[in-house]
């Protein structure tokens, strides 16, 4: 061997270093082959509120908790035509999965909708995260009827499935009674075929909470260094918990190859509402379970 050596211990900040710089140059590039999107940035958050806010005040209210408090404006996108800011998109990324994204606010002025703006800014973040290497992509929408104004996200619905989405899991009366939660997922990449091993590890219960942007909605915190495998009268004791605090429904979901975590969840009354497939990884699916008063 003339130009290679062993590895050694001293080699591997550097090694960590040049993997590091190629990831943001990988990202660099794919911001450069953007068209009308560009990074969202402070001074934009006023604005952005302003569109979200022209469909639906309570979505602003939310949106702009987040963007200021919560999880701030990385990976969010202004839509610009002509140098104005017409809309928001973005993404997420949840911890735990395999290339898995979200698609966070996604919204056009009311004044400029229905002249294919959402169409061509969809399809360029899209085409974004799976420069970035996306496997798959999930998105969430309501099925919220405004006494008023209709079916609010009606046009959304339309333009995720025909841009390629699929409803994988519906949660009814998940944001609140009669408004209901609809996921859809995309595939960006060929499925891998993968040999996915069980998982035997106890879960264990340690908290509750109620689920944002939701009417007593609640779910459960859990981890999974249980010294047992959960029983249902565990189970029961989060549903009375959950009860006290006027739930009106619960919602869970677990890493499809966690083996012994279905069993005590039906013998409680949950029932199972549905996979979003692949979701952790290619055989990896996320199981979904609700459980109503
Ligand atoms: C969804 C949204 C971004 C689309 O933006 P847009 O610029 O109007 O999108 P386009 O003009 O490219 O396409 C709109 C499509 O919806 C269709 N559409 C419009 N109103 C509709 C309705 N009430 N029901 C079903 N489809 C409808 C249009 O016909 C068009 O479809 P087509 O291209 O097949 O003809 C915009 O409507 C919006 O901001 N909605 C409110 C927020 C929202 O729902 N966000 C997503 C959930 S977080």
């Known amino acids: 061997m003339k130009d290679l050596h062993k590895i050694q211990e001293s080699d591997v900040k550097n090694i960590f270093a040049n993997i590091e710089s190629h990831d943001e140059n990988d990202a660099k590039e794919a911001d450069l082959r953007m068209k009308n999107l560009r990074k969202m940035q402070e001074p934009d958050i006023e604005k952005i509120v302003a569109i979200i806010e022209s469909h639906d005040e309570d979505d602003a209210e939310e949106a702009e908790y987040g963007y200021r408090k919560m999880s701030g404006i990385d990976n969010n996108y202004v839509y610009e035509v002509n140098g104005e800011i017409i809309g928001i ?17 996604t919204y056009i002025d009311d004044k400029h909708t229905n002249k294919g703006h959402g169409r061509s800014m969809l399809g360029e973040i899209i085409a974004y ?97 249980g010294k047992y495998p959960l029983k249902a009268k565990e189970v029961q004791i989060g549903i009375n918990a959950v009860r006290d605090d006027d739930a009106r429904a619960i919602f ?33 699916d996320e199981n979904h379970y609700s459980l109503y008063r």
């Open 252 to 284: 869970l979901s677990f890493p499809s190859n966690l083996t012994k975590i279905e069993a005590p969840l039906l013998q409680s009354g949950f029932i199972n509402t549905g996979i979003l497939e692949d979701y952790y990884d290619d055989g990896i």
């Open 129 to 225: 995260i799976k420069r970035s290497g996306g496997r798959k992509l999930f998105v969430k929408v309501s099925d919220y009827v405004d006494p008023e104004d209709g079916a609010i996200y009606a046009a959304a619905l339309h333009l995720y499935q025909s841009l390629g989405f699929e409803i994988e899991v519906t949660h009814k009366d998940f944001y609140d009674k009669d408004e209901s939660q609809i996921i859809l997922g995309m595939r960006l990449k060929d499925k891998e075929v993968v040999d996915v091993e069980d998982d035997n590890c106890n879960v264990q219960f340690d908290g509750i909470f109620e689920i944002a942007e939701t009417e007593n909605a609640y779910s459960f915190n859990w981890h999974d260094k």
């Open 89 to 105: 998109t973005g993404f997420s990324i949840p911890a735990g999965c395999e290339q898995t994204y979200w698609l966070s606010w």
